[in-house]
């Protein structure tokens, strides 16, 4: 076993671990957001303006399937549509005016504690995708490498084995001493077995 092997065994479990924490923090975070969105449920009366929480298919990755995003909401005629709010300047694209005028403070503190949140959620997911995504590029592109390097590895474990050397593997080889089978050798013989020292 080499020395990664033995250092690399634990790294599925502290993978796992660091993805547990990951999961952990984003279900807090979800948990909170719920929380604020039916906040402004029971601040908001139902009319056009009205700010609330939507979930977002957002990607096949699991991290990412599912991404909350603060929308408003538009009657147009008997159906309702959203338009997503854009994660800056929230607390200024908040309802102030009309049915929300009374309510408007609470409203923006709401949105603002929606902002930090979202924000963070945001930064976190991205953090897991470019791991994710980073890891696997530097191993596809690694394998190449790899490839070529085992190459030429092979030639010079092949060159290395046809040299004339007096010890092999830090053995001695032959007969005689070093001395002898190192004065046997022409200076570039001899050069090359110092440096491959």
């Known amino acids: 076993m080499t020395p990664s092997q033995s250092a690399l065994s634990a790294l599925p479990e502290e993978g796992a671990s660091i993805y547990r924490r990951a999961q952990d923090y984003l279900l807090k975070l979800d948990a909170e957001i719920e929380r604020l969105d039916k906040v402004l449920a029971r601040l908001q ?22 991404r909350p995003a603060l929308v408003r909401w538009v009657r147009q005629g008997e ?30 503190e709401a949105v603002r504690e929606l902002s930090v949140l979202l ?52 053995q001695q080889v032959g007969e005689g001493t070093k001395e002898t089978l190192v004065a046997d050798l022409t200076d570039e013989e001899a050069q090359a077995l110092f440096d491959s020292l």
């Open 45 to 66: 009366p139902p009319v056009t303006g009205r700010v609330r929480v939507v979930w977002w298919k957002a990607g096949e990755k699991r991290s990412a399937a599912n």
């Open 119 to 170: 924000n963070k959620r945001s930064a976190v997911v991205e953090a897991i995708g470019h791991f994710e995504r980073g890891m696997l590029t530097f191993a596809e592109a690694g394998e190449e490498l790899l490839r070529e390097s085992r190459v030429r590895i092979d030639a010079l474990e092949d060159r290395a084995a046809m040299l004339p050397c007096a010890w092999r593997d830090g």
């Open 79 to 108: 159906r309702w549509r959203t338009s997503r709010l854009g994660l800056k300047s929230l607390v200024q694209k908040a309802p102030k005016t009309g049915a929300f005028f009374h309510v408007k403070d609470e409203i923006r």
